[in-house]
């Protein structure tokens, strides 16, 4: 079964810092990994996906993460924070069940910009 | 466009009520998602709805009714729920054709609170 952990629930930057953003996952197959994004009150926003190919993948907003199979990891990463970078962060990882698609989410990351 | 949009997106109930949350989306997708999520936790898959047909049910409790009416809208019937059903509802939508690989899209959510 596939399982996503993210380390640290929350996570404070300084603005105009570097964003590191942790996530591991569990799969016995390849896996299909993403990155969402929740601001207060709202519902999920893609930032990056990776299914196949280049291992760096390039999102919205500036941000982008690295799969690493050796390490079943797939850190998001951002040079320089933005206030409106706020928010919680989601990691998932997608797969195959009898109906389909099956998202399984990480715990999250709430992410905090100082001034 | 890759818009999900919901309504309400505020809903107070009272135990005894009846009420539907309304899901639409007009980019041609076959998979439709509910998603149940409680504050500081991530979404937590409710419903499937692949190519207008109910693929799973997640032992979710029978106060909850999903319902397609057609492939661009999407409706979930409450009734008789429980304070511990307050939460963000989210639905989601996917291509339904490529598999594990498809990015889901997010509506805003509806906000619901059960008194």
């Known amino acids: 079964a596939q399982s996503v952990t993210q380390l640290g629930s929350h996570v404070s930057v300084s603005e105009g810092a570097l964003v590191l953003l942790r996530c591991n996952y569990s799969?016995?197959?390849?896996?299909?990994l993403f990155w969402y994004v929740q601001y207060p009150n709202q519902g999920l926003q893609l930032l990056l996906k990776?299914?196949?190919?280049?291992?760096l993948v390039k999102g919205i907003n500036g941000f982008e993460a690295e799969f690493k199979k050796s390490e079943t990891s797939f850190h998001l990463t951002k040079p320089s924070a933005h206030m409106s970078d706020a928010a919680e962060y989601f990691c998932a990882v997608s797969a195959e069940s009898g109906y389909g698609q099956n998202f399984v989410f990480g715990p999250g990351t709430r992410l905090s910009v100082l001034p | 466009d890759t818009e999900v949009t919901q309504t309400p997106k505020h809903l107070v109930m009272g135990m005894t009520n009846k009420k539907s949350l309304k899901c639409e989306q007009h980019m041609g997708h076959r998979a439709m998602y509910w998603y149940k999520q409680k504050a500081k936790k991530p979404p937590e898959l409710m419903f499937v709805y692949s190519y207008e047909k109910l693929s799973i049910n997640e032992s979710v409790p029978s106060r909850f009714s999903p319902e397609c009416p057609n492939s661009s809208l999407l409706n979930l019937h409450l009734h008789a729920l429980q304070p511990e059903d307050s939460a963000l509802y989210l639905c989601?939508?996917?291509?339904?054709?490529?598999?594990?690989?498809?990015?889901?899209?997010f509506g805003p959510g509806t906000r619901l609170l059960v008194l």
């Open positions: 990776y299914t196949t190919g280049a291992t």
């Open positions: 799969s016995s197959v390849p896996p299909y």
């Open positions: 989601a939508s996917s291509p339904g054709l490529a598999g594990v690989s498809e990015t889901q899209y």
